[in-house]
Every structure is written in C-alpha cells, then in structure tokens.
T-cell receptor, first 113, second 108 residues
Framework: DAGVIQSPRHEVTEMGQEVTLRCKPISGHDYLFWYRQTMMRGLELLIYFNNNVPIDDSGMPEDRFSAKMPNASFSTLKIQPSEPRDSAVYFC???????????FGSGTRLTVV | GIQVEQSPPDLILQEGANSTLRCNFSDSVNNLQWFHQNPWGQLINLFYIPSGTKQNGRLSATTVATERYSLLYISSSQTTDSGVYFCAVRGSNYKLTFGKGTLLTVNP
C-alpha cells in the first residue's frame, strides 16, 4: 500500500488566495483526520470523518476553513481566504476503526505571504 | 480532554548511548502510539501500544495503562534517531491527542 498520500508537499500562496489541500487515505480505512502542526500549538486535530461523514469539526479554527470527503478515497481541506497565520504543516491521517493505529501522510507545508 | 505530558523535552546523546522517553496521560486510553518526526517533517509510526510491551529492533515500548504512562526505549542510539518523538493517545472518542514531544539529538 502506498500509505496516506497528500498533495501538494509544499504550497506558497499570497494572503487572500484560496488554498486547497488534498488527501488520499489508505484503501479500506474508514476514518480520516486532518491535523495542523505549528510551533506554538503543536499538533492539533482540525476535523475527522467516519465513512465520509464529518463527525467532529470543533477544531476548525474559523469559517475560512472547510473540509470535504466526497468519497472514501479523497478528502480536501480548503482555506478561503488564506492569512499568514494559517502558515503551518497540515497532516492527513487515516485509520481502520478504533482498534488500530493511525497512519499519517507526509504533510503539506503551507506558507501564506 | 485527555492531557499528555512527555519528558524530557530535550535530550542530547552521544552515538551508542541508550535513552528512555516517558509519556504520562491523564485518563484511561483506548489507543497509544509513539511517533518519530524526522528532520524532513514526516511522522513515522513507531508503535501502536495501548498496553504491554513491544520491541522493534533497537526500539522498544512499554505501556502500563493502569498507571497511565508509557515508556519508549532507544538502545545504541544512532544519528538517524535524531528528531522529535511524540506520544499520542486516544480516549473514548477518536481524537488522537499529542504530547509536546521530546527533541532528541544524537551526536556522532
């Protein structure tokens, strides 16, 4: 298995632009998570899905952030409009139920200038 | 929510030395994982260990769930072991809560 695949690996954008981050979970996994890592706050959960349905989005910082999972093999995290404080590494992870560990993708390093 | 504390926050070793990293958590957990974040930022899963002891080469981990702690042992450390080691736990929901990590530097 190729693992969790995220794209792009790096993204540099100007303030105010829309940014879309993409994730392909491991085939067969039914949970998908979006995390954000910053120096100040560490790794924090933004949102997670179970069977493509958003279950808990309480970690989404504000309305500028949205996430979708249109099917079992694809999810997006969108920021519109982006701000410099959104600069961080965004990780996607997936898991099979609650009995096994989570596998993380390689992350997307977002820089908003 | 569950609190996760890791110690020490920083650790500097000479190549070949052994080390023990500790993770304390505030409530019962259904899942505990140790991750290594390498210098390229990748989060590598080391162990899924909600209880008991596991070993993988020079690394081993022990979780004592009843006492709410886990230990990660690194033996004969190598420079490639450098990076940040995270402990993450999951309680009754599916949220994996991370500690702040231990920054390990292994010098040649």
């Amino acid at each position: 298995d190729a693992g969790v695949i995220q794209s792009p690996r790096h993204e540099v954008t100007e303030m105010g632009q829309e940014v879309t981050l993409r994730c392909k979970p491991i085939s067969g996994h039914d949970y998908l998570f979006w995390y954000r890592q910053t120096m100040m706050r560490g790794l924090e959960l933004l949102i997670y899905f179970n069977n493509n349905v958003p279950i808990d989005d309480s970690g989404m910082p504000e309305d500028r952030f949205s996430a979708k999972m249109p099917n079992a093999s694809f999810s997006t995290l969108k920021i519109q409009p982006s701000e410099p404080r959104d600069s961080a590494v965004y990780f996607c992870a997936s898991s099979l139920g609650s009995w096994w560990g989570y596998t993380f993708g390689s992350g997307t390093r977002l820089t908003v200038v | 929510g569950i609190q996760v504390e890791q110690s020490p926050p920083d650790l500097i070793l000479q190549e070949g030395a052994n080390s023990t990293l500790r993770c304390n958590f505030s409530d019962s957990v259904n899942n505990l994982q140790w991750f290594h974040q390498n210098p390229w930022g990748q989060l590598i899963n080391l162990f899924y260990i909600p209880s008991g002891t596991k070993q993988n080469g020079r690394l081993s981990a022990t979780t004592v769930a009843t006492e709410r702690y886990s230990l990660l042992y690194i033996s004969s450390s190598q420079t490639t072991d450098s990076g940040v080691y995270f402990c993450a736990v999951r309680g009754s929901n599916y949220k994996l809560t991370f500690g702040k990590g231990t920054l390990l530097t292994v010098n040649p």
